[in-house]
């Protein structure tokens, strides 16, 4: 708990416990294992933010007080991640095509 501003910060986002997509052609556990591995290249504020609007469907203002911050500073977070995300993905598209 940081007392400073009394709020719970999230250490750690538990991928796991959120719902998986139902594995088929286009969704394969070794999918979710390199989705789970972008996530995880996030900075923390930026993966908090993703993991609770994106992947559990808060709104920026239910996620903000759990961020520990204003639901501007929720979005700049959410906004950024996905940015990062983003990259990460079409680095991954390019290196895929050079195969």
Known sequence: MDY??????LEKVHLENLPVP??????DAESHER???????????????FALIHLE??????????????HETARVRFNRARGLMEGILLRFLAWEGRQ
Do not use: I, K, N
């Open 57 to 70: 469907g808060l709104s920026l203002r239910a996620a903000a007080p759990l961020l520990g911050c204003s």
């Open 22 to 27: 139902t594995p088929g052609p286009a969704w």
């Open 35 to 49: 989705v789970e591995g972008w996530v995880a290249q996030l900075p923390l504020h930026e993966r908090e933010a």
């Open 4 to 9: 400073l501003r009394g709020v719970v910060h």
